[in-house]
């Protein structure tokens, strides 16, 4: 979906830019470009799984200091 947009009679360069950059931002072409712009490759459950234990295990660990009023 092309953005086309002509300068207006009379109208100055900044004007015109600002009507531009809002038609583009409205469009919501720049967010879409910013989100495809890294590829994500999908985690495996393997990685998710010890990555939750991981986390799980931290947690423990800081009640625990958290207990003993080191942290």
């Known amino acids: 979906m092309p953005i086309q947009s002509r300068r207006k009679e009379g109208e100055s360069t900044g004007s015109f830019l600002y009507r531009f950059s809002k038609k583009v931002k409205q469009s919501g072409i720049v967010k879409e470009a910013k989100k ?17 234990l991981y986390r ?16």
């Open 36 to 52: 495809r712009r890294f590829k994500e490759r999908p985690t495996n459950r393997r990685k998710k799984r010890l990555s939750a």
């Open 56 to 71: 799980v295990e931290k947690e423990k660990e800081l009640e625990k200091k958290k207990k003993y009023g080191f942290a």
